[in-house]
């Protein structure tokens, strides 16, 4: 396949020297079918070791290399170069205080994520076998279970922007995950910590986390079933 | 917090939200906040001046004279567009509220919206030029 020229424009940011991000050039060749994600590692393999990003299994799992990709949120090892043009902008994902180049800090993501008891609690003593769950009940979350945690969500959200507190569309995803699995005991806890100010009402219904996630994950449906199940439970 | 820092996180938060690509729906959203912050300065001003009637009618009446100028009653068209846009995408949030299956469509739901929007706003827009340009003669 024949190789073009295109020009990665990555936001730059060291904070032993730097004040404020800046932005560099890096010129490469690549192949249309290339990913993001390689022509950032030959830039650091060939070109700049310094530049500093995270990415782990390169292939849309783990959800490491979040990033604002021409001005959206994308992991860069899902989008391709002939997707992009030629001059393509990085920059690390909003929201989150940026620790060098495209790598943020994730921790407050992470206590986010933690606050909804993302985690099966189920207090029966465990059956013999399994706890049974039909097809149909596994169904009724089958959606929100793709999360991958690499936050381009919640880093898209005006809402988080705004105020970080605000427990983000990645939470809500995951909280959906347990509110609605039958085998799971917990769900007026999960709802109570989401009704709170900071949970699900500080979502506008914006579309942006929907637009972002690499997963396909529904996730402003998610939050409107959440926010649903919050009104209607108790009638 | 200081009046700075204040001025510095609201300036990153207009970027990120000027520059970031998001769809259909993070326009409608600005528009919507934008509209928003329309009809609450509109509101503002309308509390101040019946407030002056209980404190001085003379100035409220004054101040009326100031309402019927032209200028700013082309300020009414922008009410008018602010009022409507607003109520008709906060009618649309709100479905996409109750009914989240509808997360699909919600690309035709803002055509729809401004659809309606400009329905509603055209003819009132010609009602109050044409009674700016009746009363300019
Ligand atoms: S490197 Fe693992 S998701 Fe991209």
Known sequence: ?235 | MSVASVIENAKVYATRTWTYEGGLGQRAWILHRLTGLGVFTFLALHIIDIFLVGFDPQVFNALTVIYHLPVMRLGHIVLFYCVIYHAVNGARIITLDFFPKLWRYQKESIQISMIVVMVLFIPSMLVILYEIIISLE
Request: aromatic share 8%; with cysteine.
């Open chain 1, 1 to 235: 396949m024949e190789k073009s020229k295109v020009t990665l424009k990555i936001k730059r940011f060291n904070p032993e020297v730097d004040k404020t991000p800046h932005w560099e050039n890096y010129a490469i060749e690549v192949e249309p079918t290339d990913r993001i994600l390689d022509g950032l590692n030959y830039i650091k393999w060939y070109q700049d070791g310094t530049l500093s990003f995270r990415r782990s299994c390169a292939h849309g799992i783990c959800g490491s290399d979040a990033m604002r990709i021409n001005g959206r949120n994308r992991l860069a090892c899902k989008v391709l170069f002939k997707e992009m043009g030629a001059t393509i902008s990085v920059e690390p994902i909003a929201g989150l205080p940026v620790l060098k180049d495209l790598i943020v800090d994730m921790e407050l993501f992470m206590e986010h994520y933690r606050a909804v008891l993302p985690y099966l609690i189920n207090d029966d003593p465990p059956p013999p076998t399994e706890r049974y769950q039909s097809p149909a009940d596994r169904a009724r979350f089958d959606d929100t279970t793709k999360c991958i945690l690499c936050a381009c969500c919640t880093t898209s959200c005006p809402s988080f922007w705004a105020k970080e507190d605000y427990l983000g569309p990645a939470a809500i995803v995951q909280a959906h995950r347990f509110i609605f699995d039958s085998r799971d005991q917990a769900a007026d806890k999960r709802l109570e910590i989401l009704s709170d100010s900071d949970g699900v009402w500080r979502c506008r219904t914006i579309f942006n986390c929907t637009d972002a996630c690499p997963r396909n994950i529904e996730v402003t449906r998610a939050i409107g079933e959440v926010k649903q199940e919050m009104l209607f439970r108790k009638m």
